[in-house]
């Protein structure tokens, strides 16, 4: 990759996060999706606009970095002071806000906007297989960031808000989650009771006992008794709700659709990342929304650009060489031979693992039009806002590798 291109992708990226409304951070977990959402943020908001990064599994030093030391669902300011501390300066009216996403949270807000009655809403968040299962059902989290998604973008409070995306197993699980979120309330077992539920109301409840009456006493004493009242009551309370989740997720899908969004895919150099990876680029295509570019994060790199990777391993040869014949006498001695010796095998690796790292960045972006940017591995984790700072450097104004 040449130093040209990185540099007209560094002037993509500034121009997204000057332009867009909303920029959705994707990617397999642990990658470093939320640091690069904190960053991404912190750099739009030093240009002057006034930024919200809805976090969803925040390392905890980098929480209380950015002032959530809670999960209350509320977005925070980070204390301009706090930026001026770091040696940062932030441009014009720029702020920066940061919030945690609570499910459990969110799905109750959901329950009570939504309910076209205050006491069907009561009713659902009273009942005990709603308390069970707000969190379990599969696709949850994902489906309630989608929905905070929705509230947060519905007035103008923010000029750009930067969408950190759960730590799914497959980042597609994020773009799915409406979708999913209603199929696990449609179908299967579900379907079956809340089906069930529909179709015969009160009687539903004496036609499972008598048809499941093994499990049913089973469970019944498991739970103290009313455990199939209860998921009957809850399946036909929820029913009410469900046109309203079809209507919410249907414009979510708009709106990540639109011109207003970027997606951005961070993926590690790591050859499991890499294939889910290049099966999420093929999926978000298909999909239908943009995608901004790619994050290669924690990439093992030689040297800033002044000497090619392939160039890097004679060169520092070369110097130790010259040590070697220049201080004759000391590498006399065994020890310094020794670490000398150890040296040159630590690069050697070092060396390894980059020309890997390069190797895989070029599969996996042959054949793709997409813009890459390469972040490197640190020598520590990224828990301030001079780390976030140093990172979005990169995104910004990229240097080029080898
Ligand atoms: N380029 C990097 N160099 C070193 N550490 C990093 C880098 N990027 C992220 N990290 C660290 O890796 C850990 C995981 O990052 P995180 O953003 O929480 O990943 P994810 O949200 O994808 O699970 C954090 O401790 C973070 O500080
Ligand atoms: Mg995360």
Not at 3 to 32: F, K
Not at 184 to 196: E, F, H, N, Y
Not at 324 to 350: F, G, N
């Amino acid at each position: 990759m040449s130093g040209q291109t990185n540099t007209t992708q560094g002037n993509q990226i500034a121009r997204a996060l000057a332009e867009r409304r909303l920029i959705v951070v994707c990617g397999s977990g642990g990658v470093g999706k939320t640091t690069t959402s904190a960053a991404l943020a912190c750099a739009a908001a030093q240009q002057g606009r006034k930024v919200l990064v809805l976090t969803i599994d925040p390392a905890r030093r980098l929480a209380s970095a950015l002032g959530l030391s809670e999960l209350d669902n509320e977005p925070r300011k980070v204390s301009s002071s706090l930026f001026r501390a770091q040696g940062l300066v932030m441009k014009g009216k720029g702020e920066l806000w940061a919030m945690m996403l609570d499910t459990k949270r969110t799905f109750d807000d959901v329950i009570r906007r939504y309910a076209p009655r205050p006491e069907l809403a009561e009713q659902i968040l009273g009942n005990l297989i709603y308390q069970q299962v707000s969190d379990a059902l599969a696709g949850t989290q994902e489906y309630m960031a989608m929905e905070q998604l929705y509230e947060l973008t519905r007035d103008d409070k923010y000029d750009l808000i930067v969408v950190d995306t759960p730590p799914t197993q497959h980042a597609l699980d994020f773009l799915d989650a409406p979708e999913r979120m209603m199929n696990v309330l449609d179908s299967g077992v579900v379907k079956l009771v809340w089906g069930g539920a529909r179709k015969v109301g009160k009687s539903y409840l004496s036609w499972l006992r008598r048809s499941t009456k093994v499990v049913a006493s089973l469970f019944e004493r498991i739970t103290g008794g009313e455990l199939f009242g209860d998921m009957a009551e809850f399946f036909q309370a929820f029913d009410e709700l469900y046109a309203g989740i079809r209507d919410r997720s249907n414009e979510v899908k708009q709106m990540l659709k639109s011109d207003q969004t970027l997606f951005f895919l961070v993926t590690s150099p790591a050859p499991s990342s890499m294939q889910e990876s290049q099966y999420f680029l093929g999926k978000i295509a298909g999909y239908g929304v943009t995608l901004g570019g790619i994050i290669v994060n924690r990439v093992h790199r030689l040297t800033d650009g002044t000497v090619p990777v392939e160039g890097a391993l004679p060169e520092a040869k070369l110097i130790i060489d010259c040590l070697v014949k220049t201080q004759d006498s000391m590498v006399k001695d065994l020890r310094l031979k020794t670490l000398i010796d150890e040296l040159l095998a630590a690069w050697q690796s070092y060396a390894a693992m980059a020309s890997h790292d390069q190797h895989q960045i070029e599969r996996l972006t042959a054949g793709h039009s997409a813009q890459v940017m390469q972040v490197p591995y640190f020598d520590s984790d990224i828990h301030d806002l001079q780390g976030l700072n140093r990172l979005g450097g990169y995104l910004l104004t990229p240097k080029s590798y080898g």
